[in-house]
Nanobody, 123 residues
């Protein structure tokens, strides 16, 4: 049974940083493409970072240069380092996994999902 468990969310002031973690069980992150998504109330789910086992990464312009995705294969864990946070980054953040080499920021392409961790950025 696949489980993705996010942690590291919280409240921070604008300009601050947070590091999210996603611990995976039932799958090996090095064999999947992994991603972080976020969803704010009343908005669609948005991909903010994706990474595949060969090291390729992908970010939307809204977070490029501020967010960094990485993974620790030994710990079977995905990370999202978020710097220079803005109030518009406030959302529930989810990690997701898909089997295969293609790198997507589209939620429908991902099979497995975590329950999410809340990030709140105050101005």
């Amino acid at each position: 049974q696949v489980q993705l468990l996010e942690s590291g969310g919280g409240s921070v002031q604008a300009g601050g940083s947070l590091r999210l973690s996603c611990a995976a069980s039932g799958l090996t992150v090095s064999r999947y493409c992994m991603a972080w998504f976020r969803q704010a109330p009343g908005k669609e789910r948005e991909g903010v970072a994706a990474i595949c086992s060969d090291g390729r990464t992908k970010y939307p312009d809204s977070v490029k240069g501020r967010f960094t995705v990485s993974q620790d294969n030994a710990k079977n864990t995905l990370y999202l380092q978020m710097n220079s946070l803005k109030p518009e980054d406030t959302a529930m953040y989810y990690c997701a996994a898909r089997y295969g080499p293609a790198l997507y920021l589209t939620s429908v392409m991902y099979t497995y999902w975590g329950q999410g961790t809340q990030v709140t950025v105050s101005s």
